[in-house]
T-cell receptor, first 112, second 115 residues
Framework: GENVGLHLPTLSVQEGDNSIINCAYS??????FIWYKQESGKGPQFIID?????DKRQGQRVTVLLNKTVKHLSLQIAATQPGDSAVYFC???????????FGKGTKLSVKP | KAGVTQTPRYLIKTRGQQVTLSCSPI?????VSWYQQTPGQGLQFLFE???????NKGNFPGRFSGRQFSNSRSEMNVSTLELGDSALYLC??????????????FGNGTRLTVT
């Protein structure tokens, strides 16, 4: 069935470096993907989304890349800051608006 | 614009009791969804409400129920609590324009501990 998973459970980067968080999905019919950031003690915070008719979308210091050929999604964070330390989830709808399937998450740690 | 508000922030209950959690969505958002988050299972979808009707339901037992009011505010109820119900319960709202997906915006959750 549909599955959204992450390649790496943890990622440690130096402050100022770029971070790349990866996500694989199995449903080739998926047409919408979302990245969330969850800080300790808080709910997931929407970062950026991308629809399947796009390969790339940029936000403030973040870029999401979608490779439909290999069913792979990545989140790139430029000039990573300590405030970026969090767990990052990719998610896709499971057929309806409010029903998202989340990956297991990648914990990003930023070393000062 | 205020974000999604969930109350209470923390709850401690004993096995067999029931609990009601409350969620106020972002103003103008008509869809409200509930999720359970645990270290072992991650984020799992419970149910979604739209215009006071349950539109979708996840794979949880009937002890988990919810409702939505005419002002889009929502509550979820868990009856006959079990130890395994200890989790962070998250509410999310979305604009739901109808045709295309719109992102969910989450509250900070209610941390439920069952002893």
């Amino acid at each position: 069935g549909e599955n959204v998973g992450l390649h790496l459970p943890t990622l440690s980067v130096q402050e100022g470096d770029n971070s790349i968080i990866n996500c694989a999905y199995s449903n080739s019919a998926s047409d919408y993907f979302i990245w969330y950031k969850q800080e300790s003690g808080k709910g997931p915070q929407f970062i950026i989304d991308i629809r399947s008719n796009m390969d790339k979308r940029q936000g403030q210091r973040v870029t999401v890349l979608l490779n439909k050929t290999v069913k792979h999604l990545s989140l790139q964070i430029a000039a990573t800051q300590p405030g970026d330390s969090a767990v990052y989830f990719c998610a896709e709808p499971a057929g309806s608006q409010g029903n998202l399937i989340f990956g297991k998450g990648t914990k990003l740690s930023v070393k000062p | 614009k205020a974000g999604v508000t969930q109350t209470p922030r923390y709850l401690i209950k004993t096995r067999g009791q029931q609990v009601t959690l409350s969620c106020s969505p972002i103003s103008g958002h008509r869809s409200v969804s509930w999720y359970q988050q645990t270290p072992g299972q991650g984020l799992q979808f419970l149910f979604e409400y739209f215009s006071e009707t349950q539109r979708n339901k996840g794979n949880f037992p009937g002890r988990f129920s919810g409702r939505q009011f005419s002002n889009s505010r929502s509550e979820m109820n868990v009856s006959t609590l079990e130890l395994g119900d200890s989790a962070l319960y998250l509410c999310a709202s979305s604009l739901d324009g109808g045709v295309e997906y719109s992102p969910l915006h989450f509250g900070n959750g209610t941390r439920l501990t069952v002893t």
